[in-house]
């Protein structure tokens, strides 16, 4: 499944993605879901960067991130979409 990681916001508010095909079972991928998706992404914050995912370059599947509850086993993951984030065009 390839999926993205879309950051944006910030003092400048480009907009940064990352993409990478990454192998989840069904049951991983609502692992993750259900993990990020319980802390509330503070998207009200002023010059704060907000992060959200979709996959399969699908924008209905977009759902806002809380970056700090990414499990610890998706982190391998989730490193390799952050060193790779170019700005959007």
Same mark, same amino acid.
């Given at each position: 499944? =390839?999926? =993205?990681?879309?950051?944006?916001?910030?003092?400048?508010?480009?907009?940064?993605?990352?993409?990478?095909?990454?192998?989840?079972?069904?049951?991983?991928?609502?692992?993750?879901?259900?993990?990020?998706?319980?802390?509330?992404?503070?998207?009200?914050?002023?010059?704060?960067?907000?992060?959200?995912?979709?996959?399969?370059?699908?924008?209905?599947?977009?759902?806002?991130?809380?970056?700090?509850?990414?499990?610890?086993?998706?982190?391998?993951?989730?490193?390799?979409?952050?060193?790779?984030? =170019?700005?959007? =065009?």
């Amino acid at each position: 499944m =390839k999926i =993205k990681l879309i950051k944006s916001g910030g003092f400048i508010g480009k907009s940064m993605a990352a993409s990478a095909v990454w192998t989840f079972s069904a049951k991983e991928w609502d692992e993750l879901m259900d993990a990020i998706k319980r802390g509330k992404a503070n998207t009200k914050m002023r010059d704060a960067f907000h992060y959200s995912i979709q996959k399969n370059d699908d924008e209905k599947t977009e759902v806002p991130v809380s970056i700090q509850n990414i499990p610890p086993k998706f982190s391998a993951i989730f490193k390799k979409l952050f060193d790779n984030m =170019k700005v959007e =065009k």
